[in-house]
């Protein structure tokens, strides 16, 4: 399928603006740049590493390669730092007009005994994949694993909203890696400006800043990763900016389950429905839904340089996840050709005959720790536990008016006894009982008071049953 259902196709065709190189090699030990001398070698590099007393290692995305014969000293070291500008409270430096970055590895006493040199690669053309995105207006996060080029597609989007849609950027640029070291930006964003961050811990109070101060229309910043910072995007967000961003995390679900960033995206409360709710759900009284609106409605996850997932509707994706059910997004691919090729959503499955239930095993209970058998005036209760200890559960049926056992699967269980927190973190399980018929008790905490009772409850039930 072609990209927005148009006749001719989107072609995308990556070309390396400057990755200046050999403004990076110049600063490392002689052994170093001997050996990444030749094209070949320099090709598709990503980082050299410099480690006390090892030899010098060159990584590239599928292989490593050892440079040289002879080890990292110290003085090799002190070479390399004073030709570099000053280490923020990040322990990053670069160097200036260029978008490279080392990253300094130090002992107990602050001395630097390793250098992480990554190279910095400004490239057009990786924002085609999502312009459409950028036209809409709304914010939008990437996520991704390190390395996968979400700092690249960063950088160029500032690029096309400052230069080519004539928006007022401003990047927020707490490492320097977005807009390179120095004062002056380096030409790979644009017309974008640029805010640099004295300590990383300060990075919430920038975004904030550049808001009150220097009226944006889009606020761009790399690596949201604390409570401070998710709360600091959400209240931009509030006033009209629009934000696009990175944050840790490989997929959305990750974000999701994530108690520091969860609100990127809407955040998860526990809710008690009413009786006549949870029957017109088919669930139980309590479940776990989204507290707010996603202060990013659009989120893409970039699993390659080249396949990005794109959820159009973060809202709807959310309620999917937390309801058990599969995230559908749009996948968007670029072959060995360039093309563009657009995997729409795909439509919600036909109601289908219940299926068998998959067995979700428990650890190896320790030898006799399962209760008594029933007596032969009676069934036993067949309890699954999600989150709940066994020992305290055994502990609690002790006393009790009728025999409990531990059931070592879901579908050998009567009924499921689970921890709130712990039980939204299973949405499979959660699956697997509702189509099982299996009921699940919820309790607060996974106290002997609130075991006991609730076993009273479920025997009660069982009984009558």
């Not at 229309?217 to 409570?227: A, L, Q, S």
């Not at 202060?295 to 973060?314: N, Q, Y």
């Not at 360039?338 to 209970?365: A, F, H, M, N, T």
């Not at 008016?401 to 699967?409: D, R």
Request: aromatic share 2%; proline share 8%; with cysteine.
């Amino acid at each position: 399928m072609l990209a927005n259902s148009e006749p001719a196709p989107i072609t995308i065709n990556e070309q390396r603006v400057t990755d200046d190189l050999d403004r990076l090699l110049a600063v490392l030990p002689a052994v170093v740049q001997g050996a990444l001398a030749a094209p070949a070698q320099r090709q598709g590099l990503l980082e050299v590493v410099l480690d006390l007393g090892r030899l010098p290692e060159a990584r590239y995305q599928d292989r490593a390669m050892d440079l040289g014969s002879q080890p990292i000293d110290r003085a090799d070291l002190r070479e390399v730092i004073e030709q570099l500008g000053c280490f923020g409270g990040d322990n990053r430096a670069g160097i200036e007009r260029t978008l490279h970055r080392i990253s300094a590895l130090r002992n107990r006493a602050g001395e630097v005994i390793g250098l992480t040199c990554r190279v910095g690669r400004a490239v057009f053309g990786t924002v085609a994949m999502v312009r459409d995105l950028l036209d809409s207006g709304e914010s939008l996060l990437l996520l991704g694993r390190p390395g996968v080029g979400k700092t690249t597609a960063l950088r160029e989007i500032a690029r096309v909203l400052a230069d080519e849609l004539g928006r007022r950027v401003v990047v927020i640029d707490t490492s320097n890696e977005i807009a390179g070291d120095g004062d002056i930006p380096h030409p790979a964003i644009g017309r974008a400006r640029r805010l640099q961050v004295a300590r990383p811990d300060l990075q919430h109070q920038v975004m904030i800043e550049a808001v009150e101060n220097h009226m944006p229309e889009v606020i761009v910043i790399d690596e949201i990763g604390t409570e401070q910072e998710a709360r600091a995007a959400r209240t931009i967000a509030e006033r009209g900016v629009q934000l696009v961003a990175t944050a840790h995390g490989n997929a959305l679900a990750n974000l999701l389950r994530n108690p520091t960033l969860s609100d990127l995206v809407g955040g998860i409360q526990s809710v008690t429905l009413g009786d006549e709710e949870a029957r017109r759900r088919g669930s139980q009284k309590a479940v776990l839904e989204r507290a707010a609106a996603p202060t990013f409605p659009l989120a893409v996850e970039m699993h390659s340089r080249s396949r990005w997932v794109v959820h159009g509707d973060v809202a709807a994706t959310v309620d999917r996840l937390l309801r058990g059910e599969q995230a559908q997004p749009e996948i968007r691919e670029v072959g060995p050709d360039g093309i563009l090729r657009v995997e729409p959503p795909s439509r919600p499955l036909p109601l289908r005959p219940r299926p068998q239930l998959v067995p979700v095993p428990l650890p190896p209970l320790p030898l006799g720790s399962r209760c008594a058998p029933p007596s032969p005036g009676g069934t036993a209760l067949r309890i699954y536990c999600c989150g709940i200890a066994h020992r305290l559960v055994l502990q609690a049926a002790r006393g009790q008016p009728g025999p409990v056992q531990l059931a070592e699967a879901l579908d050998q269980a009567d009924a499921v006894l689970a921890g709130r927190h712990q039980l939204g973190r299973q949405p499979e399980l959660r699956r697997q009982a509702r189509e099982g018929g299996v009921p699940i008790h919820v309790i607060k905490a996974d106290s002997l008071p609130q075991v006991q009772r609730a076993l009273e409850r479920l025997l009660r039930h069982h009984n009558r049953s």
